[in-house]
């Protein structure tokens, strides 16, 4: 078991410290809890997106959530589970899923550091980029199956158009 911990000379710089300096210069507010955890609120088209980072220097390793504005009643969860699986096939990076105490749609993702210096600016950029991304992208199939009363797939489907042009 004991391979899989990084040694104090493995182990990553902590990427908080860059995530830190990548929401300041965005101006967007956040609370550093400690050591191992940052929280940050990112401005998108369709709601604000809550952030959580969490870092463990014991693997090496860092989650980070990006949280919908948007709560799920429970009796329309189970059509948005079955969006969450659709969205998901379409992904590269990180995953959909809803917290299951408030219903809360959040994209996830986690970043292995072990043996390496530390994460890039870039990469810790890329990564908040993506998921902001993404979530913009995704938000429109999840308001047409909880409001609007399209299936899952037809849902996604029209999210899913990409306009050419402009009106």
Not at 49 to 70: I, K, N, T
Request: hydrophobic share 45%.
């Amino acid at each position: 078991m004991s391979g899989y911990l990084a040694t104090d000379r493995e182990r990553s710089t902590n990427p908080l410290d860059v995530l830190e300096q990548i929401v300041t210069a965005n101006e967007w507010a956040f609370e550093r809890r400690s050591e191992s955890e940052m929280a940050a609120e990112a401005p998108g088209k369709w709601c604000d997106y809550g952030l959580f980072f969490s870092w463990s220097p014991e693997v090496s390793a860092m989650h980070f959530s990006c949280a919908f504005d948007l709560k799920v009643p429970a009796e329309r969860r189970e059509r948005l589970y079955e969006l969450l699986a659709l969205a998901n096939e379409k992904l590269w990076i990180g995953h959909f899923g809803l917290e299951s105490e408030d219903g809360v749609p959040v994209f996830r993702h986690s970043v292995l550091l072990r043996g390496a210096p530390g994460a890039s600016a870039e990469s810790l950029e890329d990564m908040v980029d993506i998921a902001i991304a993404e979530c913009e992208r995704f938000f429109p199939a999840f308001q047409f199956v909880l409001w609007g009363g399209k299936t899952p797939a037809d849902a996604l489907a029209a999210a899913m158009l990409d306009c050419l042009g402009e009106a």
